[in-house]
């Protein structure tokens, strides 16, 4: 099937390597009339990451029952396409999005459903929700893995047409673009259709059609899940992208069992460079009905008469984790930190471009290094109390050449969020010749996620970071 007029990502085609591989799992798919959904299975936390590993961001879905996902986290996407992107979100599938929770909300018990409804008149509606976050990406010699433990829809057979679910991340230059795919890249965790027991794992990159990735069938693979059915029971899916190696790698799991890798070798610079050299990447979930996989999958159109509404799927949690690299960093403390403490600019929650060395400062330890212009570290659940905060003050060094120098700034929220304030820096006699640095800020309290930003008019390297505070005064 020709990919739609101005297709957009997710999966808007069917692949030739597919049609083998249904051909082969769909001869083993029970048929089924109308399956009731099991109950809700009991809400995991997210797991602790492994010895070596920070957690990134993540979202275990413990809100109230019937409530909205966190519009901190989550984007809820509404209708059939985004302002100005192509119809029907490029693939053909019929739902409208909508922002009911009869269609996306918590349960409860610690999970987030997913459920495609059907009106009276036969509107199919679901729901689209993406991070807000678009800044996914793994620092250079670092692993970036991206899970989630999810139950796809509990239906089968001719009820099971139509249902497309899936867990998967865009390029950031998408947002606001919509023509810029498929080279800023697309990783599909995970995908499934018309019930059929597999999960399928898809890399999207280059150009349409044709190009390094066979748009626009993609670099795909897929397995049954193990052990019980992906539609009966929570498995995790997971993705992960190595810097640690060279070529670097991109790999896909499910239930820690890998089935598909792909190498950078595989592609030229310039390809892999537009997937992987822009600012990262956000994730999307959801749920999709019909459209040019699932009609591909089926011979026909879907979803149909026999197709049964009202099956979601329970996504327990969502994790982003980053491996260490190098000298190994400090984790961050697990209740968050406090503002008014001296908190260890290598302790941070997440970072991009930096690393991490021995510092020979007073007290020891180690210092974040080798940061230079658009790198950023991340600080979550930073608490400046109820009383304003008003000064921030940071233990820099600098052996920057002469004529480079460049900003220090504090951030609420995102790596472009508000300035607090900021303090310019150039060289202080060496990269080990440390001094304190103050700066006003905007009077602030309560609990935020903190950035500090490194901008500068060069590209060279220009200031090291020991630690940082806040203080009312």
């Given at each position: ?276 050299g822009h600012g990262g990447y956000f994730l999307l979930l959801n749920v999709a009905m019909g ?118 700034r504090v951030r609420l929220g995102s790596p472009t969020g508000t300035v607090l304030g900021d ?18 800020i905007t009077p602030t309290t309560g609990r935020h996620t903190v950035y500090l930003t490194f ?19």
């Amino acid at each position: 099937m020709p990919v739609p007029s101005g297709a957009s990502p997710f999966r808007a085609r069917i692949r030739r390597w597919r049609r083998a591989a249904f051909a082969a799992v769909a001869a083993l798919a029970i048929p089924a009339a109308a399956l009731v959904a099991a109950p809700a299975p009991a809400g995991a936390s997210i797991p602790p990451p492994p010895s070596g590993w920070s957690l990134v961001w993540g979202d275990d879905f413990n809100g109230s029952a019937g409530s909205l996902p966190s519009s901190d986290n989550w984007i809820i996407d509404i209708g059939h396409s985004y302002p100005g992107g192509p119809a029907n979100w490029g693939t053909g599938e019929i739902q409208r999005y909508t922002a009911d929770p009869a269609n996306v909300s918590h349960d409860g018990q610690g999970n987030l459903r997913i459920t495609p409804r059907r009106s009276a008149s036969g509107e199919w509606t679901s729901a689209r929700i993406e991070t807000r976050r678009a800044d996914f990406k793994p620092a250079d010699g670092r692993i970036l893995r991206i899970e989630g433990r999810i139950q796809m829809p509990n239906v089968t057979g001719d009820a099971a047409l139509g249902y497309w679910p899936a867990f998967w991340a865009l390029g950031s230059p998408y947002r606001g673009n919509y023509q810029n795919w498929p080279a800023i890249g697309e990783f599909d965790i995970m995908e499934n259709v018309n019930g059929i027991n597999s999960v399928w794992g898809v890399l999207h990159c280059g150009v349409n059609p044709g190009g390094p990735c066979n748009e626009s069938s993609g670099i795909g693979a897929s397995r049954a899940c193990p052990g019980a059915s992906c539609q009966s029971a929570m498995h995790t899916y997971r993705f992960e992208w190595d810097r640690s190696v060279t070529p670097n790698q991109l790999r896909w799991y499910v239930d820690g069992q890998l089935y598909h890798t792909v190498s950078q070798s595989r592609f030229d610079a310039t390809t892999w460079n537009n997937m992987t050299g822009h600012g990262g990447y956000f994730l999307l979930l959801n749920v999709a009905m019909g459209g040019a996989f699932p009609n591909g999958v089926a011979g026909f159109g879907t979803p149909t008469a026999a197709t049964v509404p009202g099956h979601p799927m329970i996504v327990d949690y969502v994790a982003v984790w980053q491996s260490g690299g190098g000298t190994t960093p400090t984790d961050p403390p697990p209740g968050g930190f406090d503002a008014r403490s001296t908190i260890q600019a290598e302790s941070y929650s997440a970072q991009n471009g930096v690393q991490v060395e021995t510092t020979t400062d007073t007290g020891g330890g180690q210092n974040v290094s080798h940061v230079a212009n658009g790198d950023w570290i991340r600080f979550d659940n930073v608490d400046f109390g109820s009383e304003p905060a008003r000064q921030f003050k940071a233990r820099v060094a600098s052996g920057a050449p002469a004529g480079v120098s460049g900003l220090v700034r504090v951030r609420l929220g995102s790596p472009t969020g508000t300035v607090l304030g900021d303090f310019a820096i150039s060289n202080t006699g060496g990269w080990q010749s440390w001094r304190t640095v103050p700066a006003n800020i905007t009077p602030t309290t309560g609990r935020h996620t903190v950035y500090l930003t490194f901008e500068s008019g060069q590209p060279a390297d220009f200031v090291n970071v020991n630690w940082f505070t806040f203080s009312t005064s």
